[in-house]
């Protein structure tokens, strides 16, 4: 994947949600088609200091996933969103630890009281350590 489209709508969705949680993180599962994202699905944040670090529900991802192979069409889980507030709008060292699933791609937003960022997307390394930046077109 070269860059990752990301419609305006989703993006102020994504905005909102972060803006509404704050200050602990939002999440959200990213289901697009192709390298484009078509919806956001607002998942629980079940991490135990959700003002430091999130934990997308396991069960949110499962049921989604359910019903995206159920549909039989073109979406897929993507990857996901979280937001840093107080923070920076890049993988902090805590989410490094937490790759588990390399084929899916992060988005990550930070907030204030003053608003959102727009969101920057990254791509597991095939270390399964680090991340790669991933050009984000919003449109
Ligand atoms: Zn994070």
Not at 9 to 18: N, S, T
Not at 61 to 81: F, M, V
Not at 101 to 119: C, F, K, N, Q, Y
């Amino acid at each position: 994947m070269q860059a990752l489209l990301l419609p305006q709508a989703c993006a102020a969705e994504l905005a909102a949600l972060a803006q509404a949680a704050y200050p602990l993180e939002a999440c959200a599962l990213l289901v697009g088609v192709d390298a484009a994202v078509t919806r956001i699905v607002p998942a629980p944040n079940v991490a135990e200091q959700p003002a430091r670090s999130f934990e997308i529900d396991p069960g949110a991802q499962i049921r989604l996933r359910r019903a995206l192979r159920e549909a039989g069409g073109p979406e897929y889980l993507l990857g996901h969103w979280h937001s840093h507030p107080d923070g920076r709008a890049a993988p902090s060292a805590t989410d490094a630890a937490m790759i588990h699933e390399p084929a899916l791609i992060w988005l990550i937003s930070a907030v204030t009281t003053a608003g959102a960022s727009a969101p920057a997307a990254f791509l597991p390394q095939a270390d399964g350590k680090s991340f790669s930046p991933l050009a984000l077109h919003i449109d």
